[in-house]
């Protein structure tokens, strides 16, 4: 079963940066076949996506909303991909998430149904 564990969060000021992890285990194959995405949801709002890497390490996305803004990397070494997250707003306030599919794909997507396993979440917050 896939496991996925998100780490690094917390409190941080506006214009702070912090790093996010997600550590995987339980892949029927390689770590560096499956795409990873990273999601939030703010108080009050549906769950967003926010960047994605493929398995490949070829090509990631982002949204609008953060792009410029926040890195995706992964470590494959690791089982392990990172969201580099700089200039946080309190707009950035959120649980964010970590995920990939059950079925290996060519690329990522910021589309949640295109999903299958979800870390449990981790709370970032951002103060004025």
């Known amino acids: 079963e896939v496991q996925l564990v998100e780490s690094g969060g917390g409190l941080v000021q506006t214009g702070g940066s912090l790093r996010l992890s997600c550590a995987a285990s339980g892949f029927t194959f390689a770590f560096d076949d499956y795409a990873i995405g990273w999601f939030r949801q703010a108080p009050g709002k549906e769950r967003e996506g926010v960047s994605c890497?493929?398995?490949?390490?070829?090509?990631?996305h982002y949204s609008d909303s953060v792009k410029g803004r926040f890195v995706i990397s992964r470590d494959n070494a690791k089982n392990t991909v990172y969201l580099q997250m700089n200039s946080l707003n309190p707009a950035d306030t959120a649980v964010y998430y970590c995920a990939t599919p059950e079925y290996l794909g060519s690329g990522c997507s910021l589309s949640e149904p295109w999903y299958d396993y979800w870390g449990h979440g981790l709370q970032v917050t951002v103060s004025s």
């Open positions: 890497i493929n398995g490949d390490n070829d090509g990631t």
